[in-house]
C-alpha cells in the first residue's frame, strides 16, 4: 500500500513543484520566445506521459499485488496493442520535433539585415568589435595577437582600421535591431550565453562560430561563460546593454576605433 | 498461444553434451587471486568498481557541500572542485557502471544464463580484470602526483584540457587520465570479445537466440556496441597525449595561452569532440542496454508473468543500439558545428524515443495482470521506471535541437544525466544484487536494510535531482564552483541548493547501510537455497549454490523452453525452468 501511495505522490507533487515553482527562466530579452514556446508544448507532452506511466505502474501495484492464490495472466504478445502504442508515441514525438525543427530554421536563418557584432573569448575575459563607419569587419588571426593587438586584428586590411574595439569592457546593442553575433576565441572553448536572450554557442579557436537574435527589451543584462574554459570559468562574465537607439548612438561615440586603439594610450586587459 | 519461441523443440536431443576441458585451480592463489573462472572474475570487477564508485561518491559529496554551501570549506578551491567533477564524472561513467554491468554482470551472468561452463577464453578475462585494475590504479595516482589530477570536466575538451588554465593541465594529471582510458578499453576489449563470442558460441543445447533471456541480450548488444565505440575514444586519446606529449596538433590550431603565442597550429578542437561523442552516446546505452535487460527479468521474474512482447524488446535493444551509433552530434548542437546537422541529429535524436518507449510500455504492461510480489528487487526495479522514464522524457527537451540551445551547459543538463544514466541505471544495479546476491552467497540480503537503503536512495535521489532541472531552466550553468551574484542565482535557488546537499549526503549515508549489508548479511543472512524467487532462468537450476567452477557439475543442462514461462495456465506451478522438457515429452521418455 504504502507504494502504492508514494508513486501517486511521486506523480503529483512533481507536477505541483512544477506548476508552483518559484524558479522559472528569466525574463525574456529577445526575439526566441519560439523556443520557449516549444519548452512549453514539450512539457505538457512530456509531463503528461510520465504522469500516466508513473500512475498506471501505481494502479497495478494497487490492483495486482501478490495475495495469496493469485496468478499471473499468460500473454506473451498483443500485436496490436503493441502497434498502437508504437503510433501514438510516433505522433507525440513527431509533435514535439516539427516545431522544434521549424524554430531551429529560424535559429539558424540569420536575417539579411542583421549588424555584425564579433565577441572574442580568452582565458577569462570577454572582448568586443563592431563593424566602423563602413559597416564592414576587418579580417583577423589568432597569430596576429599580441599586446598592442589583443584581438588579433590585420592591420593590413583596410577594412578593419575602423572597427570599434571594446577589450574587457560592456558591449551595448541596439533594441529592435537583429544582431549577429560572431564568436570567437583565442585560446581555448567558451560559450556566450546571456540566460535572457535564450541563445548561447560556444566559442572555438580556429574558427568562427555564430548565432542571431533581436533583443526586445532594454536592460543590462550578465553574459556567464557556458562551456569550461579552466579555473576561472565562473568568474568569466561580462555585461550586454540594450539600449534606446539614441542611447546606443551615444555610447558608440565614446567608443575607440582599432585605429585610435593602436596609436594611443592602448587599453590592455591581459 | 502465441507462436513464441517457447513452443517445445522436439528435435533437441537429450543432454549428451561432454565435459569440456577446463583449467581448473590447483592453488588458493589460482582460486581466487588469479582466477580464470567467470565468476571469481566478475566478483573482482564488482568489488574494484564498487570501491572506485564510492571515491566517486565522496567527491559528489565535495562537490554538493561547496555547491550548497559557497565558501563555506576552504579546502576545496576551484582547481580541486574542477578536479572533484572530473574525477567524479569519468569514475562513476566508465570505471563504476560500464565495469560493473559488463566486468560484472556480464562475466557472472552470461556463463550461468546461457548454460555454458566459462567464458570460451578464460585467461584472456583474466588479464581483462587486470588491466581493469591498472586502469583503476592509475587513475587513482592522479590523486597524488605533484598538481592533482586532471580538472578538464570528464569530456576532456581540448584545447583546455591540455593547457595550463586547468588544473592538472600541464602535469601529470591529465597524462595519467589519458593513459588510464587506454589501459581501461584494452582491457575491455579482451572481456568484451570474450562476451559476445561467448554468447555466439558457448550456449547450451537448445538455448536459441530467441530464446536468451533479455538480461543477456542487454548486455550483449551493450558489449559489442562498446567494442565499436570505445576505439574512437582510444584514438582520441592518443591523439591528445601526442598533443601535449610530442607537440602535435590533431587538434590545436593556432592558440594564444596567457598572452603566449604557442608553436601549435592547424588542428581541431572540434573533432576530438565528435570522436569524443562517437564514443560518449554510444556509452549512455552501453550502461543502459544491460540495465534495460536485467530490469526485464527483475520484474518478469517478480510480477511472476512472462515479460511482454519478447520479441518486440529484443528488437527494441537492438535497434537502440544500432541507432545510438548516428545521434552523437546531439552533445554538440551549440558546439559550433555546422548548424545544419542539427536537422539530421534531432530528428535521429528523437526516432529513437519510440523504441525506447516501446520498452517502457512492455514494463508496465508486464506489471499488468501479474502477481506482483514486493520483493526488494521489485522495489528497485519500480523505482527504475519511474526514474527512467523522468529522465528519459527530459531527454527529449535536449534532443530537440532549438530547446537544447537554452538548456545545453546549464544544471538541466546535469539534472538529465544523472536521473537516466546515474539513477535509473544504480537502481536496477541495486535491484540486481538484491537479486542474485543468494545466487553468489548462498544468502539472501537482509530485507529490512533493504527496504530502507530502497526508500532513502529511492526518494532521496529523484528529490535530488528532480528539482535540479528548474536550476538549469532559471539559467544556472554547469560546472560552475559557484554562481556568487546573478540573475539566474537568486536567493531561492541558494536555498535549493542547500536542500540539494543534505538530500546528497543521506543518500550517500545510505550507501553505508547497504555495503554493512552485503557484509553482515555474509555471515546472518538467510540461508537461501537454489532458487529462493523461484525464477526460470538457468542459472537458479544449477546443481549446488554457490555454483562451483564448471557451473554445471557433470552434464551441461538442455533448455527446452523461452526464459518467461511464468503462470503458464495448466502448470502445476507458476514457473516452468527454461530445462525442464514438456510433460508430455517426459512422459514418452519415462515410456522408452
Ligand atoms: C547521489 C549521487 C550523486 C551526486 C550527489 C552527484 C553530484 C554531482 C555534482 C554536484 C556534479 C557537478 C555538477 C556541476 O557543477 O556541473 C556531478 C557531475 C557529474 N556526475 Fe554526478 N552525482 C551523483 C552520482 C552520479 C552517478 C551515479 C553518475 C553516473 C553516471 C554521475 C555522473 C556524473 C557526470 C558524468 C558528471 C559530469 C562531470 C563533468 O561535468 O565533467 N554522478 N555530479
Ligand atoms: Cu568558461
Ligand atoms: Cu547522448
Known amino acids: 500500500m504504502a507504494v502504492v501511495l508514494i508513486l501517486v505522490l511521486v506523480a503529483f507533487a512533481s507536477v505541483l513543484f512544477h506548476l508552483l515553482s518559484p524558479w522559472w527562466w528569466t525574463p525574456i530579452a529577445s526575439n526566441w520566445h519560439y523556443i520557449d514556446n516549444t519548452i512549453i508544448i514539450t512539457f505538457w507532452i512530456t509531463g503528461f506521459v510520465f504522469t500516466a506511466v508513473v500512475l498506471f505502474v501505481a494502479y497495478c501495484v494497487f490492483r495486482f499485488r501478490h495475495k495469496p492464490g493469485n496468478r499471473a495472466h499468460y500473454e506473451p504478445e498483443n500485436r496490436k496493442l503493441e502497434f498502437w502504442l508504437a503510433t501514438v508515441t510516433t505522433i507525440g514525438v513527431v509533435a514535439m520535433l516539427a516545431p522544434g525543427l521549424f524554430v531551429w530554421n529560424q535559429f539558424v536563418t540569420v536575417p539579411s539585415d542583421a549588424t555584425e557584432v564579433e565577441v572574442v573569448g580568452q582565458q577569462w575575459l570577454w572582448s568586443y568589435r563592431l563593424p566602423g563607419a563602413n559597416g564592414k569587419l576587418g579580417t583577423s588571426e589568432t597569430r596576429d595577437v599580441s599586446t598592442e593587438n589583443p584581438l588579433g586584428l590585420n592591420k593590413n586590411d583596410a577594412a578593419g582600421l575602423d572597427d570599434i574595439i571594446i577589450s574587457g569592457g560592456e558591449l551595448h546593442v541596439p533594441v529592435g535591431k537583429p544582431v549577429k553575433m560572431l564568436l570567437r576565441s583565442i585560446d581555448v572553448l567558451h560559450d556566450f550565453y546571456v540566460p535572457e536572450f535564450r541563445a548561447k554557442m560556444d566559442m572555438v579557436p580556429g574558427m568562427v562560430t555564430y548565432f542571431w537574435f533581436t533583443p526586445t527589451r532594454t536592460g543590462t543584462f550578465e553574459v556567464l561563460c557556458a562551456e569550461l574554459c579552466g579555473v576561472g570559468h565562473p568568474q568569466m562574465r561580462g555585461t550586454v546593454v540594450v539600449d534606446t537607439e539614441a542611447d546606443y548612438q551615444n555610447w558608440l561615440q565614446q567608443q575607440q576605433t582599432f585605429t585610435q586603439m593602436m596609436a594611443g594610450e592602448v587599453q590592455t586587459t591581459n | ?592
Open chain 2, 1 to 592: 498461444m502465441v507462436n513464441i519461441p517457447s513452443s517445445i523443440d522436439d528435435t533437441v536431443p537429450a543432454a549428451e553434451v561432454e565435459d569440456v576441458e577446463l583449467y581448473h585451480p590447483h592453488s588458493w592463489w589460482t582460486t581466487y587471486v588469479f582466477s580464470q573462472d567467470a565468476k571469481v572474475i566478475a566478483i573482482q570487477y564488482s568489488l574494484t568498481a564498487i570501491s572506485i564508485g564510492l571515491v566517486a561518491l565522496v567527491l559528489s559529496w565535495l562537490m554538493r557541500l561547496q555547491l550548497g554551501f559557497p565558501g563555506y570549506f576552504t579546502f576545496i578551491d576551484a582547481d580541486r572542485y574542477y578536479q572533484f567533477i572530473t574525477m567524479h564524472g569519468m569514475i562513476m561513467v566508465i570505471y563504476l557502471l560500464t565495469a560493473l554491468f559488463l566486468g560484472g554482470f556480464g562475466n557472472y551472468l552470461i556463463p550461468l544464463m546461457l548454460g555454458a561452463r566459462d567464458m570460451v577464453f578464460p585467461y584472456a578475462n583474466m588479464l581483462s580484470y587486470w588491466l581493469y585494475l591498472l586502469a583503476v590504479l592509475v587513475l587513482a595516482a592522479g590523486f597524488f602526483v605533484p598538481g592533482g589530477p586532471t580538472g578538464a570536466g570528464w569530456t576532456l575538451y581540448p584545447p583546455q584540457a591540455i593547457l595550463s588554465g586547468t588544473p592538472g593541465g600541464q602535469s601529470g594529471g591529465i597524462i595519467l587520465m589519458l593513459v588510464s582510458l587506454i589501459l581501461f578499453i584494452i582491457g575491455f576489449t579482451m572481456g568484451g570479445l570474450n562476451y559476445v563470442v561467448t554468447v555466439l558460441q558457448g550456449r547450451a543445447r537448445g538455448m536459441t537466440l530467441m530464446r536468451m533471456p533479455l538480461t543477456i541480450w542487454g548486455i550483449f548488444t551493450a558489449t559489442v556496441m562498446a567494442l565499436l565505440a570505445f576505439p574512437a575514444l582510444f584514438v582520441a586519446s592518443v591523439m591528445m597525449l601526442f598533443d601535449l606529449v610530442l607537440g602535435t596538433s590533431f587538434f590545436m590550431p593556432a592558440i594564444v595561452e596567457m598572452g603566449t603565442q604557442l608553436q601549435h597550429g592547424g588542428g581541431s578542437p572540434i573533432l576530438f569532440q565528435h570522436l569524443f561523442w562517437f564514443f560518449g552516446h554510444p556509452e549512455v546505452y552501453i550502461v543502459a542496454l544491460p540495465a534495460f535487460g536485467i530490469v526485464s527479468d527483475l520484474i518478469s521474474t517478480h510480477a511472476r508473468k512472462n515479460i511482454f512482447g519478447y520479441r518486440m524488446m529484443v528488437w527494441a535493444i537492438v535497434i537502440i543500439g544500432a541507432l545510438s551509433f548516428i545521434v552523437w552530434a546531439h552533445h554538440m548542437y551549440v558546439s559550433g558545428m555546422n548548424p545544419n546537422f542539427g536537422f539530421f541529429f534531432a530528428t535521429t535524436t528523437l526516432i529513437i524515443a519510440v523504441p525506447t518507449a516501446i520498452k517502457v510500455y512492455n514494463w508496465v504492461l508486464t506489471l499488468w495482470r501479474g502477481d506482483i510480489h514486493l520483493t526488494i528487487p521489485m522495489l528497485f526495479a519500480l523505482g527504475f521506471i519511474v526514474t527512467f522514464v523522468n529522465g528519459g522524457l527530459t531527454g527529449l527537451f535536449l534532443g530537440n535541437v532549438v530547446v537544447d540551445v537554452p538548456l545545453s551547459d546549464t544544471m538541466f543538463v546535469v539534472a538529465h544525466f544523472h536521473m537516466v544514466m546515474g539513477v535509473a541505471p544504480i537502481m536496477v544495479i541495486f535491484g540486481a544484487i538484491y537479486h542474485w546476491y543468494p545466487k553468489i552467497t548462498g544468502r539472501m540480503l537482509d530485507e529490512i536494510m533493504g527496504r530502507i537503503h530502497f526508500w532513502v536512495t529511492f526518494l532521496g535521489a529523484y528529490l535530488i535531482f528532480f528539482p535540479m532541472h528548474y536550476l538549469g531552466l532559471l539559467g544556472a550553468p554547469r560546472r560552475y564552483y559557484e554562481l556568487g551574484e546573478s540573475a539566474v542565482n537568486p536567493p531561492s535557488a541558494h536555498d535549493l541548493n542547500v536542500f540539494i546537499t543534505l538530500m546528497a549526503l543521506t543518500v550517500g549515508a545510505a550507501q553505508m547501510l547497504f555495503l554493512f549489508n552485503l557484509v553482515w548479511s555474509l555471515r546472518h543472512g538467510k540461508e537461501a537455497g537454489g532458487n529462493p524467487w523461484r525464477a526460470t532462468t538457468l542459472e537458479w537450476q544449477t546443481p549446488t549454490t554457490p555454483p562451483p567452477h564448471g557451473n554445471w557439475g557433470k552434464e551441461l543442462p538442455v533448455v527446452y523452453r523461452w526464459a518467461y514461462d511464468y503462470s503458464v495456465p495448466g502448470a502445476p506451478q507458476d514457473f516452468i525452468p527454461q530445462n525442464q522438457p514438456n510433460p508430455d515429452r517426459l512422459s514418452m521418455e519415462n515410456a522408452s
